[in-house]
């Protein structure tokens, strides 16, 4: 029996069917009700994220990983204001897509650039580690890993965001409202947040900020962890 792992499986996605899907969701041209609620899920979450570093006021100072990238949704605004920011993904058409977008959108003077990495093979430091919308992709005993890998890449701050491991949201999971349909995403995995807390904690970073993003498909939770 041939074993394929989850790492395989997101890759194989991200390069074929699923490119073709979420560079449309990312995008801003017409998708039907489902993408376009989950286009805004994202989008909010996007916008905390940069709510929370413009507030701090230090953007032009800071490096920012984005690891996992997908196609420069944060990577980009992160850059327009000011960060030096590395953007990787599993995906090597994400990152060709992502490259292309901040080459119409970012001056030549923006300090960015993107690489097909998975989070597994980041190396060097940064101040600033995030990390959106990938755990969904990974089941509990893949994620301490993936997650002590983004601390240990972190000189100060790692950005974390995770489909939330509820009764409620299990439920609508199963129904199939949770997600639309197994031919139109990998599987999907939700997480306690005490354990993704602990193995902040372990790695000593702390919880300092938390949001919740809510869509009608789209649910996502957001910590923002310091050393």
């Not at 060709?96 to 001056?107: F, G, V």
């Not at 690489?115 to 940064?126: I, V």
């Not at 409202?177 to 000593?204: C, L, M, V, W």
């Amino acid at each position: 029996m041939i074993i394929i792992d989850d790492k395989s499986i997101v890759k194989d996605y991200f390069n074929t069917t699923g490119f073709d899907r979420w560079q449309r969701i990312y995008g801003d041209g017409d998708v039907n009700k489902v993408q376009l609620d989950i286009r805004e899920g994202h989008q909010q979450t996007v916008d905390k994220v940069m709510g929370w570093f413009e507030a701090d006021g230090n953007l032009s100072e800071i490096s920012v990983c984005d690891a996992g990238c997908g196609v420069g949704s944060l990577s980009i605004p992160l850059a327009k204001a000011g960060a030096t920011v590395f953007g990787s993904d599993i995906s090597e058409a994400m990152v060709k897509e992502a490259a292309e977008r901040a080459c119409t959108e970012l001056p030549a003077s923006a300090r960015i650039k993107f690489a097909p990495q998975d989070l597994e093979t980041l190396t060097g430091s940064h101040h600033t580690v995030v990390c959106l919308d990938v755990l969904i992709h990974y089941p509990d005993d893949k994620i301490e890993a993936m997650i002590d890998g983004l601390c240990q890449l972190a000189e100060s701050r790692v950005v974390l965001s995770f489909a939330p491991k509820t009764p409620l949201l299990t439920v609508l999971k199963k129904i199939g409202e949770f997600f639309p349909g197994p031919s139109k995403t990998t599987r999907a995995y939700q997480h306690k947040e005490a354990d993704i807390i602990a193995i902040f904690k372990k790695n000593g970073f702390t919880v300092k900020r938390e949001e919740m993003t809510s869509t009608r498909f789209y649910y996502s939770r957001l910590l923002e962890a310091v050393r």
